[in-house]
C-alpha cells in the first residue's frame, strides 16, 4: 500500500488549501481513514478521522472550517481546508486502516507541508 499526499503549499491567513491523498494498492472503501498533522515541535495529532460507518471525528481547533471527504471515483482522501491560521501549519498526512477507528492506522503516507504566513 503506497498513500501520496499533495496539495500541500503556502496561503495567507484566511486563505484556503485542498488536500488529497492518493493510494495505490488500496481502495478508499469503508475502513477507517484519516488526515494528521505534525507541526514544528509537536508531536502528530490528528485532525480528522471518518469510520466504517461514515462517522467523522473533527478537531475542534479545526470543526467548521475543514471538511474531510471521500473521492470513490478517483480514488481519493480529500481535506478541504478553509479559513487558515497560522497555528494550522506544518506537515499533514493521510492515513488508513483495515477496521474501525479504535484499531488505529496501518498506512501512512509521506506528507505534504502547509505553511499559512502573511
Known amino acids: 500500500v503506497h498513500l501520496a499526499e499533495s496539495g500541500g503549499g503556502s496561503v495567507q491567513p484566511g486563505g484556503s488549501l485542498r488536500l488529497s491523498c492518493g493510494a495505490s494498492g488500496y481502495t478508499f472503501g469503508t475502513q477507517c481513514m484519516g488526515w494528521f498533522r505534525q507541526s514544528p515541535g509537536k508531536e502528530r495529532e490528528r485532525i480528522v478521522s471518518i469510520d466504517r460507518d461514515g462517522t467523522t471525528d473533527y478537531d475542534p481547533s479545526v470543526k467548521g472550517r475543514f471538511a474531510i471527504s471521500k473521492d470513490v471515483f478517483a480514488n481519493k482522501l480529500i481535506l478541504q481546508m478553509n479559513d487558515l491560521q497560522p497555528e494550522d501549519q506544518g506537515t499533514y498526512y493521510c492515513?488508513?486502516?483495515?477496521?474501525?477507528?479504535?484499531?488505529?492506522?496501518?498506512?501512512w503516507g509521506e506528507g505534504t507541508l502547509v505553511t499559512v504566513s502573511t
Open positions: 492515513a488508513v486502516g483495515t477496521s474501525w477507528c479504535q484499531y488505529g492506522m496501518s498506512y
